[in-house]
């Protein structure tokens, strides 16, 4: 026989661990496009605890989920007009749509330093806080988690493909006159300018 009261005390359980997790590993249900996870901790609120805390949380957050993605296709329709270009590993630059590579200084510094920002915030907007705290930093080269930290592995390359860019454009002609490395040196503090 089962205990009078004990039907509370799980459903209590149930519902303070459901509530702490929603909270506070919401990037648990970041399951773009459905939210798979997400729809069956809801289907199980509504069938076991309707009306409860944790199912208005967990819709709230699935709404929160929906609101962003589609925020973020708006963002990224909206960028269609604009030059946008990718950085590659020898300095030069690939223009969306251009088939040839173009020269740093062939670029203004402002556009330059908005694509930077814009290809840095669509990383740090996906950083899941908790990945910065040290003690799950220093267990991300075990094999078994490869998988965490991503976030913040996609920032570290960001920064570091920039950096390469940056010494590449600087260094990569040996031949390259005194004036014209000086001019492209200008050209990434213009652009850092910007930025700032």
Known sequence: RVPAGTNAVIRNAMASILRAWLDQCSEDFRQVPHYACLRKVLRYLNQMMPGSD???????????????????QELENSNHGKITFQLGEEGDVKIEGVDEKQDILSFPSD??????????????????????????????????????????????????????????????????????????????????????
């Not at 208005?56 to 993605?69: F, M």
Request: hydrophobic share 45%.
């Open 54 to 72: 944790p199912e208005q949380r967990a819709q709230n957050l699935l709404d929160q989920l929906q609101e962003e993605e589609l925020g973020e």
């Open 111 to 196: 556009i330059v330093a908005e694509q930077l920002t814009y290809m840095d915030a669509q990383l740090f907007i996906k950083v899941v806080p908790h990945h910065c705290l040290g003690f799950i930093w220093s267990q991300r080269d075990k094999k078994e988690n490869k998988h965490l930290v991503s976030t913040i592995r996609a920032t570290i390359a960001q920064f570091n493909l920039v950096t390469r860019c940056v010494i590449s454009t600087i260094l990569k002609d040996f031949l390259m006159k005194p004036l014209q490395r000086a001019k492209i040196i200008e050209k990434w503090i213009d652009i850092a300018q910007v930025q700032h």
